[in-house]
Structures are given as structure tokens and as C-alpha cells.
């Protein structure tokens, strides 16, 4: 049985730092892209930032350019999210992805057939 497992969330004051981690089981997903989504409330469910399957290529959305990195473990089969200086419009519950397609890096969510449980960020002002 797969599981993706987050961890890292929490309340930071603006300015501050998380790392978000995501452990996949069940199986290897090494042929595959990783990703981070989050969903603010009362809005859609948003990319964050993807990891390619061979690690090379990595894509973020423009509000966090510069400030967000995804990073991925192979021996660990865990992706991460180091998220730095922290804005209140980062606050949403964060869901790590991956699955679909073997070897394509995709920002849509409908891809992405195994999806982790969300952990909450919430930065305050």
C-alpha cells in the first residue's frame, strides 16, 4: 500500500523558515516527478513547486521563486521543501504528489494519483 507522509508544517512568524518533508512507502517512485501543492482556504488548490523524475529539473510557481526550494532523496524516496523567508500568503495546507506518468514533470494536480494527507503552514504577521 502507498503512503505519502508530510511533515515539517507549523506556525512561523514572517520572515521565518520551514522544511517541509514528504516519505514515500510501498513503493519506489524514482521514475517519477514529486511534487508540492497547497491549498489556501477559500481558494483552489494550487502547484507549489516540482521535482523531475532524474532530479534535474525543477519548476516553482512565481510567488515563491527565490525563497522556496524542492529537493528530493532517492535511498529515502522523500521529497522536501525548504521553504524560506515566509510570507502570511504562504499559509495553506501543503500536499506533496507524485505518480502518473512515469518520467514527465507535470504542474497540474490531475496527474498526480498519490497524494499525502497535507500538513498546515501558517505564517503569521
Known amino acids: 500500500q502507498v503512503q505519502l507522509v508530510e511533515s515539517g508544517g507549523g506556525l512561523v512568524q514572517a520572515g521565518g523558515s520551514l522544511r517541509l518533508s514528504c516519505a514515500a512507502s510501498g513503493r519506489t517512485f524514482s521514475s517519477y516527478a514529486m511534487a508540492w501543492f497547497r491549498q489556501a482556504p477559500g481558494k483552489e488548490r494550487e502547484i507549489v513547486a516540482v521535482i523531475s523524475w532524474s532530479g534535474s529539473t525543477t519548476y516553482y510557481t512565481d510567488s515563491v521563486k527565490g525563497r522556496f526550494t524542492i529537493s528530493r532523496d532517492y535511498a529515502k524516496n522523500t521529497v522536501y521543501l525548504q521553504m524560506n523567508s515566509l510570507k502570511p500568503e504562504d499559509t495553506a495546507v501543503y500536499y506533496c504528489?507524485?505518480?502518473?506518468?512515469?518520467?514527465?514533470?507535470?504542474?497540474?494536480?490531475?496527474?498526480?494519483?498519490?497524494w499525502g494527507q497535507g500538513t498546515q503552514v501558517t505564517v503569521s504577521s
Open positions: 504528489a507524485t505518480g502518473g506518468p512515469p518520467m514527465r514533470t507535470e504542474i497540474r494536480s490531475e496527474p498526480y494519483n498519490y
